[in-house]
């Protein structure tokens, strides 16, 4: 098994590593929003909210377990999860962060499992702050064995 812990800012577009840095923190618009599969005044996937917010805004994304990937373009967000897993099985990736919009983005106390390939892609971007983040069992077509040295 795979397993890395995120912490820091990603200066720069960059795929997740080992890269660590200053935590650096998004505006917040004055409404939270959130994000709860057990709760009709919340929204049941990240995705809906990431759609739904406008620039700036909060999202708070309770413990539950969460099927999907999710794309966040075009704004800067902050995304708080309590102990959230994100279950990319089937999607090339958990999350995936592109574009200048994201700017500033925040992403935190998420797992991400069993993206096809990366489970948290950050793409043409830069200083996103990335903390507390299980990285596990991604890249399901990855072989060491295959690679030359």
């Given at each position: 098994?795979?397993?890395?812990?995120?912490?820091?800012?990603?200066?720069?577009?960059?795929?997740?590593?080992?890269?660590?840095?200053?935590?650096?923190?998004?505006?917040?618009?004055?409404?939270?929003?959130?994000v709860n599969p057990y709760?009709?005044?919340?929204?049941?996937?990240?995705?809906?909210?990431?759609?739904?917010?406008?620039?700036?805004?909060?999202?708070?994304?309770?413990?539950?377990?969460?099927?999907?990937?999710?794309?966040?373009?075009?704004?800067?967000?902050?995304?708080?999860?309590?102990?959230?897993?994100?279950?990319?099985?089937?999607?090339?990736?958990?999350?995936?962060?592109?574009?200048?919009?994201?700017?500033?983005?925040?992403?935190?106390?998420?797992?991400v499992r069993l993206g096809?390939?990366?489970?948290?892609?950050?793409?043409?971007?830069?200083?996103?702050?990335?903390?507390?983040?299980?990285?596990?069992?991604?890249?399901?077509?990855?072989?060491?064995?295959?690679?030359?040295?």
């Amino acid at each position: 098994m795979k397993k890395f812990r995120i912490m820091g800012t990603m200066p720069g577009a960059a795929l997740l590593s080992s890269a660590w840095a200053t935590p650096t923190f998004a505006a917040h618009a004055s409404a939270d929003i959130c994000v709860n599969p057990y709760n009709d005044e919340c929204y049941s996937t990240i995705q809906a909210a990431v759609n739904a917010v406008p620039n700036g805004a909060m999202i708070n994304v309770a413990r539950a377990t969460y099927p999907e990937q999710f794309t966040m373009s075009g704004k800067a967000l902050t995304l708080i999860g309590h102990d959230a897993t994100i279950d990319a099985t089937g999607q090339p990736h958990g999350m995936y962060v592109v574009g200048a919009a994201t700017v500033g983005t925040v992403i935190s106390g998420f797992t991400v499992r069993l993206g096809r390939f990366e489970g948290v892609l950050l793409q043409s971007t830069s200083d996103l702050t990335v903390r507390d983040i299980v990285i596990e069992d991604n890249d399901a077509n990855y072989n060491p064995s295959t690679f030359r040295r």
